[in-house]
């Protein structure tokens, strides 16, 4: 080992070298390091830009996807017993399409009665809230004794300028419904062939083990996913129509087919069940404790549903982190709206596969607290 002059010097002008330094170096960032990392945020800033421009493309093409992946089993199923391809693709298609339409007209027949009746609920609305004044007079006397403004600025009924824009908002247009429609149908028939020129894209074998592996896992999660959350969705629907009848509701399989189609939207869908039903009861009941017996036991019942019964059911594989679904629900909600909202579940469990595979556990971790 060569010597230095200085180490000769420190050791009285003997050759031995000085003992190697132990102490470990803080990791260095290099600019490379650096440069990767700001063009894979810029990457992921461009694609989140294009895919909210492009909604009207990438949201039925993305949902036909899924939903098709989804619905794969189902034709795997009807080609092994000698069902074509093709002809098992407009089937499942066609049968998922007369449930929505079925749900859709028991939601839509109390709405559009509703919805001609709007001045007279906001009147009757109103008068069931005087129950409010004596609260709102006591607080007035409140803010009159520490010195506050000495009058509550007037109450005033919303106005209902918001039905027809969030209409709009809710329901795709007749362009993107045929987009998804026909790109479900050719999806579905013709995922074998997608699949395996996939799949053959690698020329490594490793790589195309993995990626085997990988869209298996997810047409097997994702069918599994549509299947269970619609049979506990269609369970959900029939409780609350029997509670909603009990309670003595109007139109209680509304309601139902209502709370089941929400219930495809964690976390906020039986928030929004509960306002529905709240209003629902006070302007159907002459009281408001009465107006308030069906929300009530709405919400025992989801309670015991989200937190017991549809953990039970899903097991520990789907299950997913609660923090995860909430950001991955108001992520896609914010990008594309209600559809969006029921694509993050799906999403979400993709990712978590995807990071399975590319990122196993046997790769470097942090260490331990």
Avoid at 265 to 272: E, L, Q, S
């Amino acid at each position: 080992m060569r010597v230095l002059p200085s180490e000769r010097l420190l050791n009285g002008g003997e050759s031995t070298p000085l003992p190697e330094s132990t102490t470990e170096l803080p990791p260095i960032i290099r600019r490379t390091e650096a440069v990767a990392f700001a063009l894979i945020s810029l990457l992921l800033i461009a694609v989140v830009a294009v895919l909210y421009v492009g909604k009207a493309f990438f949201l039925p093409v993305v949902m036909a996807f899924v939903v098709g992946t989804m619905l794969s089993p189902a034709a795997n199923l009807l080609e092994r017993l000698r069902v074509p391809r093709s002809l098992a693709a407009a089937l499942i298609v066609t049968a998922v399409s007369t449930g929505v339409a079925f749900t859709v007209s028991l939601i839509a027949s109390p709405i559009f009665d509703w919805s001609t009746r709007l001045p007279e609920l906001a009147a009757r609305l109103k008068d069931k809230l005087q129950v409010f004044d004596r609260p709102l007079a006591l607080w007035k006397e409140m803010q009159t004794m520490v010195g506050g403004p000495q009058a509550l600025p007037p109450f005033h009924m919303p106005t209902f300028d918001w039905v027809q824009p969030t209409l709009e908002f809710l329901s795709p247009t007749f362009t993107e419904f045929l987009l998804f429609f026909v790109a479900l149908i050719l999806f579905i028939a013709s995922w074998r062939d997608l699949r395996r020129a996939l799949i053959m894209t690698f020329a490594n074998h490793d790589a195309r083990l993995r990626t085997l592996r990988i869209v298996n896992e997810i047409e097997l999660h994702l069918g599994n996913y549509l299947l269970t959350v619609t049979v506990i969705n269609i369970g959900v629907g029939i409780a609350t129509g029997v509670i909603c009848a009990l309670a003595g509701m109007p139109n209680p399989a509304g309601l139902g087919a209502l709370a089941a189609a929400l219930n495809f939207i964690p976390i906020i869908g039986p928030i929004v069940m509960f306002v529905i039903l709240v209003l629902v009861g006070i302007l159907a009941f002459p009281s408001l404790a009465a107006g308030l017996v069906a929300p009530l036991a709405f919400s025992i019942f989801a309670f015991l549903e989200g937190h017991f019964i549809t953990p039970t059911i899903i097991g520990r594989r789907l299950a997913l982190n609660a923090l995860a679904v909430l950001l991955a629900l108001a992520f896609w909600s914010w990008l594309w709206g209600p559809m969006g909202a029921f694509l993050s579940s799906p999403l979400l469990i993709v990712a978590l596969i995807l990071k399975e595979h590319l990122m196993p556990n046997n790769s470097p971790q942090l260490p331990p607290d």
